[in-house]
């Protein structure tokens, strides 16, 4: 019951951070690098599922921050080999074009080798690490 309360305010706790970006007028969710002047349409951004997919890396990210004991972390996307030293950028790359097409092109794979068919799509461990400079 504790825990589930803790989850709920950590959940709570990053909208508001995506919320309280900036002034009243210029409200900005970090995650998808979106920009709204009403709250109204940040909150209606927040149902949609790219926003959930870009919250989902950007909390496995900062849950594997913790355990990279550097000052600064990398960020590698496996599929693509891409790295970056923010993690903004690696949720930004996770929507780009390129990134998108290899994502297509790995789940095809996974689903000829009868290893695809999860709704999730794939596991964001095996795709997204977080190193030690
Ligand atoms: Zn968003
Ligand atoms: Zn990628």
């Known amino acids: 019951m504790v825990a589930h309360i803790k989850e709920g305010?950590?959940?709570?706790?990053?909208?508001l951070k995506c919320v309280?970006?900036?002034?009243?007028?210029?409200?900005?969710?970090?995650?998808?690098?979106?920009?709204?002047?009403?709250?109204d349409k940040l909150r209606l951004h927040a149902t949609n599922q790219r926003h959930e997919t870009a919250i989902r890396l950007y909390k496995h990210l900062q849950k594997q921050e913790s355990a990279c004991s550097?000052?600064?972390?990398?960020?590698?996307?496996?599929?693509?080999?891409?790295?970056?030293?923010a993690s903004l950028n690696l949720v930004q790359h996770a929507r780009s074009p390129r990134h998108q097409q290899n994502e297509g092109?790995?789940?095809?794979?996974?689903?000829?080798?009868?290893?695809?068919?999860?709704?999730?799509?794939?596991n964001l461990h095996q795709l997204y690490h977080v190193k030690d400079c």
């Open 70 to 85: 550097g000052d600064q972390c990398v960020y590698y996307c496996a599929l693509c080999d891409y790295s970056t030293k």
């Open 105 to 122: 092109l790995r789940k095809l794979q996974l689903h000829q080798q009868g290893l695809g068919g999860e709704e999730d799509g794939l």
């Open 20 to 39: 309280a970006i900036g002034n009243p007028v210029h409200l900005k969710c970090n995650a998808c690098d979106y920009y709204s002047n009403s709250v």
């Open 9 to 15: 305010g950590k959940a709570n706790q990053w909208r």
